[in-house]
């Protein structure tokens, strides 16, 4: 029962250290998007 648990929360563990990963890419793309445009003139 309590190894159940606890690979039920290392999956868990695992997919939020996925998204994770994909949100920084998404990050760094948006960022990297930014720069490439010409900057607005304040």
């Given at each position: 029962m309590?190894?159940?648990v606890c690979d039920a929360l290392?999956?868990?563990g695992e997919e939020a250290q996925v998204?994770?990963?994909f949100l920084m890419k998404h990050?760094?793309?948006q960022m990297e998007n930014l720069?490439?445009?010409p900057s607005i003139p304040e």
């Open positions: 309590i190894k159940r290392q999956k868990q998204q994770r990963e990050l760094q793309l720069k490439e445009q």
